[in-house]
């Protein structure tokens, strides 16, 4: 309890209180986050269990429209499936998907980051220019490449079962160089203080110099790139899925829902690609937001 009392009382809890949008923003992250984990047990129906799908309750309209159903607040799509209960489970997959592919993107890029800059020389210029050639292309041409080679590599009767995993694979590695060269700056810095000096002379090993005394002092600057581009690794997971390219019908995200929602957009059934377009935007929005609040929080010389 004292922990927690310490916490709200710090610095950090102060300014987050004091800025109308971190507050705002991180309840819709909040709001979305909790209906997202809890969706198999407070979503009104489930709406990929096909046994409990009904093709007379297709295209019911979003409460309160003519000839819509209370059963229904958000309506429903082609199949009749609950237009709000696919958004929360959509929601969860894509957010599964944002932070495993930032978590496996981070490791990458501080490991390179870390080996780049501390062991520098031709270590360095090799990491780099890997580095740099690659932030030429946009990450989605990035993510869309690596997820089309693997893909062909897979056999196909693993492609649903595997498309999971290789989204998040295809979306991480295309999102690492921004955190290697970041990392590379703070430890270009960090090497040289005093503290790294002391422990290369007492004979500690360059490995744990790197992880136990630079590491720790170059994570604040990850914690901020990560929370950003989080929202961008879930556009990035939308985007594929929007394309055919990423997760299959049976495992949609809101990507997959708009996807699917766009063949109707001009036939008059709009709710079926709105609703999740605008969950997608809040959530990406709402993210955005508090990693510039993050940003200015850790950094007092901004605020």
Known sequence: MKAIARAL?????????????????????????????LAPWIAPHNPFDVATLNL????MPPVPAADSNASFLLGTDDQGRDILSAIMFGTRLSLFVGFLAII?????????????GYAGGATDAVLMRVADVQLTFPSILIALLVD????ALLPRQYHDQLSLYVIIFAIG?????????????????????????A??????????????HILPNVLGPMLVI?????????????????????????????????RIGNDFLF???????????????????????????????????LR
């Not at 007379?56 to 295209?59: A, I």
């Not at 290697?180 to 960090?190: H, I, K, Q, Y």
Request: no cysteine.
């Open 9 to 37: 009382d710090s610095d950090f809890a102060y300014s987050f209180r004091r800025s109308p949008v971190a507050v705002f923003s991180g309840l819709i992250v909040l709001v979305l986050g909790l209906g997202a984990f």
């Open 56 to 59: 007379m309750n297709s295209f």
């Open 104 to 116: 496996f993107s981070l490791a990458v890029g501080i490991g390179v980051g870390l080996l780049a």
């Open 148 to 151: 089309g080679v693997v893909q």
């Open 173 to 197: 590695i295309a999102r690492w160089p921004q955190f290697a060269r970041t990392v590379r700056g703070s430890t270009l810095v960090e090497r040289g203080r005093d503290y790294v000096m």
């Open 199 to 212: 422990a290369r002379v007492i004979g500690i090993p360059s490995w744990r110099i790197m992880l136990s």
């Open 226 to 258: 990560a929370t950003l581009s989080l929202g961008l690794a879930i556009l990035d997971e939308a985007t594929l899925s929007f394309l055919g390219v990423g997760l299959p019908p049976t495992q949609p995200s809101l990507g997959t829902l708009i």
């Open 267 to 301: 036939s008059g059934e709009w709710w079926v690609t709105v609703f999740p377009g605008i969950t997608l935007a809040l959530m990406v929005l709402a993210i955005n937001l508090l990693g510039d609040w993050l940003r200015d929080a850790l950094t007092p010389r």
